[in-house]
């Protein structure tokens, strides 16, 4: 087809794509809300989590299964797309030329146009978390140093740098900021929406949610970038999230830090030590593979951060539960290696998932035997056990 200057503009949207949804909602309204339903709980940990930690996947299975849900084939969709003037040119934004984007756009026209703002609102709450809109922005926007990653920067960034004014502080969640930018959203494009629309007009009115979405976001990443560069990020022994945090006195919080960058100082300076290895080796994981699950751990840069996190919390809670406490001694160790199989405190938990993902990235073997009870527990110790010994050693020589 001939390419349509922009200034020619077109209505497909409005005389052809907003029939086919029209026909579809008047019977498939609530298998939609269904729908979006579904997709939020099977993403609820990162939806509502208390920070964009995560890009919230978005794949073709979710774009199939909303159009299944209104009964419309995606194809169908594509095919009067074709005829927008803006198809086959350059355009912003590029979002605007998914046909799920342009079809979600058309459902809540549909709603506004039939006064169930209800049903508009989690459409649009939804729009806002489609991979074109929330996963391709926060890509973008964090295309390295995820907060995934890192998660105590961005922790430390929720309790120590955002205010008021940020939606997220007082929304306390992703699925608050989000909602209130689309509600936003909503009040100002209502009137408008429910009128005929050229698609050059539906496309700015994808364009500005996606705006909004991106401001949310790069408002957050400033102050995040600016924790990680500055390493203004949560050290345990200094800083307190919550009741499950350790308490430390103001003599163990210097002495943990103190022994924390000692520990670190060695595992980056000294080559993986085979001595060490040996005592952490058992029946199930022998010491030439723990050198190389540690070789490897400590060979990527990216885990600098985790590896002082894990040091960091085996020290605080040693420290946090036998004041005063002595770290060179044989009741330090004994400690460390406890099994906390049940414990509830979220940093105890974060270090055993630090542990095992170090695992699951590092050790083939690992993957195979860790449906194995007892192996998976012996691997997960021994790399501990390498960690504790460490921090003996440097805490004797201090």
């Given at each position: 087809m001939a390419t349509m200057k922009n200034s020619d503009d077109s209505k497909v949207f409005e005389e052809s794509l907003y029939p086919?949804?029209?026909k579809s909602l008047k019977t498939n309204a609530n298998n939609l809300v269904r729908y979006i339903g579904r997709f939020i709980e099977r993403r609820h940990d990162e939806i509502y989590a208390i920070a964009p930690y995560d890009r919230i996947f978005y794949g073709q299975s979710d774009v199939d299964e909303f159009f299944k849900s209104i009964n419309i084939k995606e194809g169908e969709v594509k095919q009067i797309m074709r005829n927008c003037f803006f198809y086959d040119i350059k355009y912003n934004p590029t979002c605007a030329k998914e046909a799920y984007i342009e079809t979600l756009l058309m459902c809540i026209?549909?709603?506004?146009?039939h006064n169930d703002r209800k049903k508009a609102e989690i459409t649009t709450?939804?729009?806002c978390f489609t991979g074109k809109i929330y996963a391709s922005t926060h890509a973008f926007l964090w295309p390295k140093v995820a907060p995934r990653k890192y998660k105590a920067v961005m922790d430390y960034v929720v309790n120590n740098m955002l205010t008021d004014k940020y939606d997220l502080k007082k929304e306390g969640s992703v699925f608050g900021a989000v909602r209130k930018l689309s509600m936003t959203w909503l009040d100002t494009y209502e009137d408008r929406l429910k009128k005929p629309n050229s698609d050059d007009e539906c496309g700015k009115h994808?364009?500005?949610i996606k705006e909004r979405i991106r401001s949310f976001l790069y408002n957050i990443k400033v102050l995040y970038m600016e924790a990680y560069e500055n390493r203004l990020y949560l050290n345990y022994e200094t800083d307190s999230l919550d009741e499950d945090d350790f308490h430390l006195t103001d003599n163990d919080s210097a002495y943990a830090a103190r022994i924390t960058e000692g520990t670190m100082d060695w595992l980056t300076s000294k080559s993986v030590s085979v001595d060490i290895c040996?005592?952490?080796q058992d029946n199930l994981v022998r010491s030439p593979e723990i050198?190389?699950?540690i070789e490897s751990i400590l060979g990527d840069p990216d885990n600098l951060d985790d590896i002082r996190r894990v040091v960091n919390?085996?020290?605080c809670d040693y420290l946090s539960n036998n004041k005063g406490g002595n770290i060179n001694s044989p009741k330090f160790i004994t400690y460390s290696l406890k099994p906390k199989p049940n414990s509830h405190n979220p940093i105890i938990i974060e270090q055993k998932k630090i542990i095992i993902s170090w695992l699951d990235e590092n050790s083939p073997q690992y993957r195979k035997r860790k449906t194995r009870k007892a192996t998976a527990m012996s691997?997960?110790?021994?790399?501990?056990k390498y960690f504790v010994f460490v921090i003996t050693i440097v805490a004797d020589r201090q």
């Open positions: 086919l949804v029209e026209r549909y709603f506004l146009k709450i939804y729009l994808i364009q500005q040996d005592r952490c050198r190389d699950i919390i085996i020290i691997y997960f110790k021994a790399i501990l």
